[in-house]
């Protein structure tokens, strides 16, 4: 059974920084294609970033060169390095990998 495990979510000040992470079990992340979905409260959830299995990253628009996506095969856990953090990156931080959703980390962008 995949499980996705989301952690590092928090109340941070404009243009702090938060780490995100996401644990895997039933699933190796080095051989799969990762992404980090994010959802603000009353809007659609949106695609952050990615990381391919060959270790190639995407990212939206509005969080380049803010966010790092990475991960660590020997933890088998994806990461969001999140700097210069806006008001507007409030939302709930969701890892995917194929169809499985993790639970959610809550991010609070607020002084």
């Known amino acids: 059974q995949v499980q996705l495990v989301e952690s590092g979510g928090g109340l941070v000040p404009p243009g702090g920084s938060l780490r995100l992470s996401c644990a895997a079990s039933?699933?190796?992340?080095?051989?799969?294609?990762m992404a980090w979905y994010r959802q603000a409260p009353g809007k659609e959830r949106e695609l952050v970033a990615t990381i391919t299995s060959g270790g190639i990253t995407n990212y939206a628009d509005p969080v380049k060169g803010r966010f790092t996506i990475s991960r660590d095969n020997a933890k088998n856990t994806v990461y969001l390095q999140m700097n210069s953090l806006k008001p507007e990156d409030t939302a709930t931080y969701y890892c995917?990998?194929?169809?499985?959703w993790g639970q959610g980390t809550l991010v609070t962008v607020a002084s």
């Open positions: 039933g699933i190796l992340v080095s051989f799969r294609d």
């Open positions: 995917k990998v194929l169809t499985i």
